[in-house]
């Protein structure tokens, strides 16, 4: 059983940075057995898929709407998943949310377990 807790949102102006974090509450032998994802749901909208990184960080995928602007890293030793998130857009607003997985995937449906979210605002 895994256990995460987002961190690090804010209001932030376009153009500017956010760190995103995410601890999970396992042992580190755990957390490294996962795969890890970040996902974004805004207002009305369905949850989508943000960034994935494989167990050992060699695979790591990312969606068009943010390639180039943010990245995804983690830190097994400290259990951590990162989201570096640079050049913010206002369409990036919304509720950020780390899974594990079995796998990196795009759908949500194939991750197990969740964290609560941390917003994240974007002004224009």
């Known amino acids: 059983q895994v256990q995460l807790v987002e961190s690090g949102g804010g209001l932030v102006q376009a153009g500017g940075f956010l760190r995103l974090s995410c601890a999970a509450s396992s042992s580190a032998s755990t957390f490294s057995r996962y795969a890890m994802g970040w996902f974004r749901q805004a207002p009305g909208k369905e949850r989508e898929f943000v960034a994935g990184i494989s167990w050992s960080g060699g695979q790591i995928e990312y969606s068009d709407s943010v390639k180039g602007r943010f990245t995804i890293s983690r830190d097994n030793t400290k259990n951590t998943l990162f989201l570096q998130m640079n050049n913010v857009k206002p369409e990036d607003t919304a509720a950020y949310y780390c899974?594990?997985?079995?796998?990196?995937?795009?759908?949500?449906?194939?991750?197990?377990?969740w964290g609560q979210g941390t917003q994240v605002t974007v002004s224009s």
């Open positions: 899974a594990a997985g079995l796998m990196v995937d795009q759908r949500p449906s194939r991750f197990a377990y």
